[in-house]
């Protein structure tokens, strides 16, 4: 007869031990009055043209509740492109445009762009984040090329704020690093960039002229970049004294910018001034890219709950924005209907609903329909 020792822990108890250790532990959000999310299978359409996305990099929803996507082409093999070789290998499948606008039903409306690799002045190369701001007007980062770039709906350039492929470091006022994330004070005109890749900062532009307005770093402090970011620090419980990589940035209805500091793991709150407000770590041992992508808020007049899209750990976390508490989350890594590889864009349309759009080998958008929560 076996006798089992006092200190033997299951193995369901050992993976609950472990995932709290980490951060990861589910959160019924039932529970806490938070939203819940279920998938919407009918949403999005079928493409036309035979049309495939790369790599899915922003998400937006304008006021007419259309969904803008950028995406890679770059990404796409050879093996998903055999109707665009020469010959032809087969008889699907050709790159889609990198912005795509679909309306309420997932049905595209249009896509502009193609031409970006090989007209980068006027196209967004390599694009990284897209907002839609209340003059209509589509905005477009394009983190491997330092710009973000202003179009009307149809795709014709207004403005361009930085340059193609140059870049002078976290304190420069007039060029970019790689721009990742964009909002646009519907008050002010102000927009506010996360300028994440290289540079370490979020900077503020005039959204009608492109002048400089201010910029800051971590805790509002003045960027470093001779400070590397150790991710050894994580794991030992000390917070880096500057940004990691900055990824998406939003802003709130009472005047507070939030920033998702992808590798440290936190969302840092601001005043729209630089001023550091407050900070809260999601999931802090998680290493690689990190848990804190891009950040979304509830539609209702409170803004109650702040939404985080989480490409390590391949869910959405729920935040109750007056505390900052985690309430809920769902997805988990895979590829099948409601599953996620790689969050990476992500918004919200005038009744609540998510839309999630995947990067990595994830390339395609998901609709979550809400309930409660509100």
């Given amino acids: 007869m076996s006798v089992r020792s006092p200190f033997a822990v299951s193995s369901a108890l050992l993976v609950a031990l472990v995932a709290a ?212 620090l994580m794991m030992s419980g000390e917070l880096p004294s500057q940004f990691s990589t900055p990824h998406g940035l939003t802003g709130s209805n009472d005047g507070k910018i939030y920033v998702a500091d992808r590798r440290g793991n936190r969302i840092q709150v601001f005043e729209q001034s630089g001023k550091f407000v407050t900070e809260k770590i999601i999931a802090p041992a998680t290493l690689s890219s990190g848990s804190s992508f891009v950040i979304v808020l509830s539609n209702d007049p409170q803004q109650q709950w702040l939404y985080l899209a989480d490409g390590t750990n391949h869910k959405v976390w729920i935040l109750r924005r007056s505390t900052m508490d985690v309430v809920g989350e769902f997805g988990r890594g895979g590829r099948q209907l409601g599953q996620f590889l790689r969050p990476h864009g992500m918004s919200i349309d005038s009744k609540g609903n998510l839309i999630v759009g995947e990067a990595s080998t994830g390339r395609r958008v998901q609709r979550f329909l809400v309930k409660g929560g509100r």
Avoid at 85 to 106: R, S, W, Y
């Fill in 21 to 232: 250790a980490v951060g990861t532990l589910p959160v019924d959000a039932r529970q806490t009055g938070a939203p819940t999310f279920t998938i919407d299978p009918t949403w999005p359409q079928e493409f036309p043209n035979h049309w495939v996305m790369g790599s899915v990099t922003g998400v937006f929803v304008d006021s007419k509740d259309h969904t803008w996507i950028t995406s890679l082409p770059e990404t796409l093999t050879e093996e998903e492109l055999y109707e665009e070789q020469t010959p032809p290998m087969g008889t699907c499948c050709k790159a889609a445009p990198v912005v795509i606008e679909l309306d309420q039903n997932g049905k595209v409306v249009q896509g502009w762009g193609q031409k970006a690799k090989e007209d980068p002045a006027n196209w967004p190369r390599n694009p990284h984040g897209i907002f839609v701001d209340h003059t209509d007007h589509v905005w477009v980062g394009t983190h491997m090329h330092h710009r973000v770039m202003k179009f009307t709906r149809e795709g014709k350039l207004v403005l361009t704020i930085g340059e193609y492929d140059k870049n002078a470091g976290s304190n420069d006022t007039k060029l970019l690093g790689g721009p990742s994330g964009i909002w646009v004070d519907p008050k002010t005109n102000e927009v506010f960039i996360s300028d994440g890749y290289r540079n370490r900062r979020v900077i503020v532009f005039d959204g009608a002229t492109g002048a400089y307005k201010r910029h800051w770093g971590a805790y509002g402090k003045v960027p470093d970049d001779t400070v590397k970011f150790d991710p050894k």
